[in-house]
């Protein structure tokens, strides 16, 4: 009677230290849910860090094309007021050719009037040299807006690499959180086996 007595009292102490050894390991399990709940909501909140940074950069992206749209459109009317403006030198050199041709052709007959026509000549050089002049500042002011539209296309390149580097990054942490949600998914699992 006795030995049962005392088999009766291991049994029951090898109870007690199973069910402390397994309290320790449901403790420790819990301490390492929550350890990984809180690495998965630091995970989530740089993530969103993340997409907010991506955001803004498609923003200075967008912003960057809509600038060059811009120098473009400029780049075209100072074009097209180039040629407007060649065309009008063209048709001024031309009209002052076809006025010098009478000239030369009246001038015999007309020696009281050459000092008059001379200065006319004089005035529309004058213009000529203007309008040159003009083109000249309009050829510059073109090769400025060339190196201002190269710079806008470089600094679009950085930021279409910046782009694609966070949305790397991005996949990689929505990887590592669905590691990590599913890791959390099974220790809850064993804790709930465990208290059941």
């Known amino acids: 009677m006795l030995s049962k007595l005392n088999d009766f009292n291991k049994t029951i102490q090898n109870l007690m230290s199973k069910n402390s050894s397994l309290e320790d390991n449901l403790t420790s399990l819990v301490d390492e849910k929550n350890s990984l709940i ?36 400029s780049l075209k009317e100072l ?6 403006e060649i065309a009008d030198l063209n048709s001024s050199l031309a009209n002052l050719s076809s006025k010098n041709q009478l000239l030369v052709e009246k001038l015999s007959n007309l020696e009281s009037e050459k000092e008059t026509i001379l200065q006319n000549k004089a005035d529309l050089e004058a213009k000529i040299k203007s309008l040159e002049e003009n083109l000249t500042a309009e050829i510059e002011n073109r ?23 966070l949305e790397n990054k991005n996949r990689e942490l929505l990887a590592t959180l669905e590691s990590k949600e599913q890791k959390i998914g099974l220790l809850s699992a064993v804790s709930t086996n465990i208290v059941s």
């Not at 995970?43 to 749209?69: P, V």
């Not at 807006?145 to 690499?161: F, I, M, P, Y």
């Open 143 to 165: 090769d400025t807006l060339k190196v201002q539209l190269d710079e806008l296309n470089v600094k679009l390149s950085e930021a279409n690499s910046k782009i694609d580097e």
């Open 38 to 73: 809180d690495e998965n909501d630091k995970l989530k909140r740089y993530i969103k860090s993340l997409e907010e940074n991506l955001s803004k950069e498609k923003e200075e992206k967008l912003a960057l094309t809509s600038k060059i749209d811009d120098l473009n459109s």
């Open 79 to 84: 074009k097209e007021q180039k040629d407007r």
